[in-house]
């Protein structure tokens, strides 16, 4: 598709004509496993949240039918929302944390796919057995992705301690070696919550903060996200940009779950890597567009109390949705761009022709109205604001076309 315009937010939007636009959201943190419950939370915060929601349903994926139903769902959900690229935490199930590496590499969604490691403060039903057990596993979903693509140009694995509490300091070490030896990149939790954070200072009273547990595990690294970082010290954060890990700023599941309103301001200020996650299912939506949305409205929330700076512009935000999650992901020499030699992922949107009153509404382009006097950047405001994967008519990754709706013309 030849670039016709590039404008001042920077190069990862292309207006393909005056109402489409091409654009590549990645997700830097999804609970594939959790699909089913998205919306399911009830008035839950984080704690009781995984207990009585999430470690239920997780456990349920020893089920190979029933993971393959949810797993293709999820799969084909994401991508008809243009996610091009999704970091995926899995089950503790080898087969079904497998099965979820083969179903994106058959669909063709850029993925990594971790299973997931847990051997404390969980259900005797859903847990691994002994530090040995979570490395072994682990290793196994590692050697079968590299069975189905042994250069990882698609799918990847990822070593994913759950968080620091549900692990033992012996299974964070062991995983912290697994992630040197290997160079594999890593995922886990920090701050999402205070009743969290005072959690990890019981269970690790001999580290000074919930950063320096990853560190001194060896898993706070430049191949490391972080997912939510809501409650971040300025020492956390100084440790952070020191071993250059990445944050995954997740602001739908932030607010759903009662987690907190994270200050990405001040993160990208200090010079922090920051894309954005669903956190599906804290997270309501799978939706990245969505997903940018709620950064905006969070920062907003955070400018109440902190000043107007603390506020992300539409520009910002389609940033941290593309370019910044490529980034947290380590591919921004391939992805979240359109540069010459990058990889063609994207997401063509189409916003609706212009038309009077008496042509009615055009259902194609759902609630984004274009009436012809908008500017560019304008157009692309009000997706943000009021689009919706009624406007996704065609995704491609690697230029691979692996969505489309009806009206694409490819």
Same mark, same amino acid.
């Given at each position: 598709?030849?670039?016709?315009?590039?404008?001042?937010?920077?190069?990862?939007?292309?207006?393909?004509?005056?109402?489409?636009?091409?654009?590549?959201?990645?997700?830097?943190?999804?609970?594939?496993?959790?699909?089913?419950?998205?919306?399911?939370?009830?008035?839950?915060?984080?704690?009781?949240?995984?207990?009585?929601?999430?470690?239920?349903?997780?456990?349920?994926?020893?089920?190979?039918?029933?993971?393959?139903?949810?797993?293709?769902?999820?799969?084909?959900?994401?991508?008809? #929302? &243009?996610?091009?690229?999704?970091?995926?935490?899995?089950?503790?199930?080898?087969?079904?944390? *497998?099965?979820?590496?083969?179903?994106?590499?058959?669909?063709?969604?850029?993925?990594?796919?971790?299973?997931?490691?847990?051997?404390?403060?969980?259900?005797?039903?859903?847990?691994?057995?002994?530090?040995?057990?979570?490395?072994?596993?682990?290793?196994?979903?590692?050697?079968?992705?590299?069975?189905?693509?042994?250069?990882?140009?698609?799918?990847?694995?990822?070593?994913?301690?759950?968080?620091?509490?549900?692990?033992?300091?012996?299974?964070?070490?062991?995983?912290?070696?697994?992630?040197?030896?290997? *160079?594999?990149?890593?995922?886990?939790?920090?701050?999402?919550?205070?009743?969290?954070?005072?959690?990890?200072?019981?269970?690790?009273?001999?580290?000074?903060?919930?950063?320096?547990?990853?560190?001194?595990?060896?898993?706070?690294?430049?191949?490391?996200?972080?997912?939510?970082?809501? #409650?971040?010290?300025?020492?956390?954060?100084?440790?952070?940009?020191?071993?250059?890990?990445?944050?995954?700023?997740?602001?739908?599941?932030?607010?759903?779950?009662?987690?907190?309103?994270?200050?990405?301001?001040?993160?990208?200020?200090?010079?922090?890597?920051? &894309?954005?996650?669903?956190?599906?299912?804290?997270?309501?939506?799978?939706?990245?567009?969505?997903?940018?949305?709620?950064?905006?409205?969070?920062?907003?929330?955070?400018?109440?109390?902190?000043?107007?700076?603390?506020?992300?512009?539409?520009?910002?935000?389609?940033?941290?949705?593309?370019?910044?999650?490529?980034?947290?992901? &380590?591919?921004?020499?391939?992805?979240?761009?359109?540069?010459?030699?990058?990889?063609?992922?994207?997401?063509?949107?189409?916003?609706?022709?212009?038309?009077?009153?008496?042509?009615?509404?055009?259902?194609?382009? &759902?609630?984004?109205?274009?009436?012809?006097?908008?500017?560019?950047?304008?157009?692309?405001?009000?997706?943000?604001?009021?689009?919706?994967?009624? *406007?996704?008519?065609?995704?491609?990754?690697?230029?691979?076309?692996?969505?489309?709706?009806?009206?694409?013309?490819?």
């Amino acid at each position: 598709m030849a670039l016709q315009k590039t404008v001042y937010m920077g190069p990862y939007i292309h207006c393909k004509n005056l109402n489409n636009l091409d654009i590549c959201p990645n997700d830097t943190h999804i609970y594939a496993s959790q699909y089913p419950n998205a919306g399911v939370f009830g008035k839950s915060t984080l704690l009781d949240w995984l207990n009585t929601y999430t470690f239920p349903l997780e456990s349920s994926f020893k089920d190979l039918e029933r993971a393959a139903r949810i797993y293709n769902r999820v799969v084909a959900r994401t991508l008809s #929302h &243009g996610t091009t690229t999704a970091a995926y935490y899995a089950t503790v199930h080898v087969p079904a944390t *497998n099965l979820l590496a083969d179903i994106c590499k058959s669909r063709g969604q850029r993925a990594f796919v971790g299973r997931v490691c847990m051997d404390r403060l969980s259900p005797d039903y859903y847990q691994d057995e002994s530090t040995e057990s979570a490395v072994r596993d682990t290793q196994a979903c590692i050697d079968h992705i590299k069975r189905i693509d042994s250069d990882f140009a698609l799918i990847s694995p990822i070593i994913t301690p759950r968080f620091a509490p549900s692990c033992t300091d012996e299974t964070l070490a062991a995983l912290g070696k697994l992630h040197h030896d290997t *160079n594999i990149p890593c995922q886990t939790h920090i701050s999402e919550n205070r009743k969290e954070i005072d959690l990890v200072k019981s269970l690790f009273p001999a580290s000074d903060s919930y950063a320096q547990v990853y560190d001194t595990a060896g898993l706070l690294t430049p191949k490391t996200i972080l997912a939510h970082a809501v #409650h971040l010290t300025p020492a956390e954060r100084h440790l952070i940009k020191t071993r250059d890990a990445k944050i995954s700023h997740c602001p739908a599941s932030n607010t759903a779950i009662t987690s907190g309103r994270a200050k990405v301001r001040t993160m990208l200020d200090e010079g922090l890597t920051v &894309g954005l996650g669903t956190d599906v299912s804290g997270g309501y939506t799978s939706s990245m567009l969505t997903e940018t949305r709620e950064a905006i409205f969070v920062s907003r929330h955070v400018a109440m109390d902190e000043g107007d700076e603390a506020k992300l512009s539409v520009e910002e935000a389609l940033y941290l949705a593309t370019r910044g999650g490529a980034k947290v992901v &380590g591919l921004e020499e391939r992805i979240g761009g359109f540069e010459v030699g990058m990889d063609w992922d994207a997401q063509m949107v189409r916003l609706g022709a212009v038309g009077g009153a008496e042509e009615g509404l055009d259902e194609r382009a &759902g609630l984004v109205e274009v009436f012809g006097e908008e500017t560019w950047e304008e157009k692309v405001a009000k997706w943000v604001y009021t689009g919706d994967d009624r *406007n996704t008519i065609a995704v491609w990754v690697k230029g691979r076309l692996v969505h489309s709706r009806e009206g694409f013309e490819g």
